[in-house]
């Protein structure tokens, strides 16, 4: 079983639902004055989870599109190369963004991502991540909505993975150093 390769539970079922509700409302706040929809790209594979949570706790009106980014692909650190595997669909050109992540660990992805979405004239651009490990931090990255901070675990669950197993976790859990030592 799956949940046999979890050391232990570090957010709940309930309190991840209970912080995205509060993410979608602190959102649509913000945008309350706003009359444009909100354009949110959510960062596959491991965003998708959030995002469809997130979005749907989001009471003002929104779009959304993804892109597939990668800057890790089979292993659990970076490579400092940043790859676009799917771009968007539509223009963001005077739009407003948020960009929706599951974590941000080193910084790399979402400094060049946040970068190259610049260029392409959004009329306003944020960052929504549910978790952010700022001890492994190595490129300056500004998050306009957070989920959680957490310690520098291997964390998996609720879209998280190792090695494409654990997405479908119904919570965050750090997994055991022999499963991926």
């Known amino acids: ?44 594979k491991g965003a998708a989870v959030f995002f469809t949570d997130l979005v749907r706790a989001i009471e003002h009106p929104v779009s959304f599109d993804f892109m597939i980014v990668s800057s890790y692909g089979d292993a659990t650190v970076s490579s400092g190369q940043v790859k676009i595997l799917k771009d968007l669909d539509f223009s963001i050109e005077n739009k407003h963004v948020i960009i929706v992540e599951d974590i941000i660990d080193s910084g790399t992805t979402m400094r060049y991502l946040r970068q190259m979405l610049e260029g392409r004239h959004p009329k306003s651009i944020k960052l929504c991540a549910f978790l952010s490990k700022p001890s492994r931090r190595v490129a300056p990255v500004k998050i306009d909505y ?4 957490v310690p520098d675990e291997f964390l998996v669950g609720y879209g998280l993975d190792y090695a494409e197993k654990y997405r479908n976790l119904p919570y965050i859990g ?7 030592e």
Do not use: P
Request: charged share 30%; aromatic share 10%; proline share 0%.
């Open 1 to 44: 079983m799956m949940s046999d390769d979890i050391e232990r539970i570090s957010f709940s079922e309930e309190e991840i639902a209970a912080r995205v509700r509060e993410l979608g409302a602190q959102i649509a706040a913000d945008y309350r004055d706003a009359k444009e929809t909100v354009y949110c790209v959510g960062i596959l």
């Open 174 to 180: 750090v997994l055991k150093h022999s499963v991926y």
């Open 146 to 149: 957070l989920g959680y901070e």
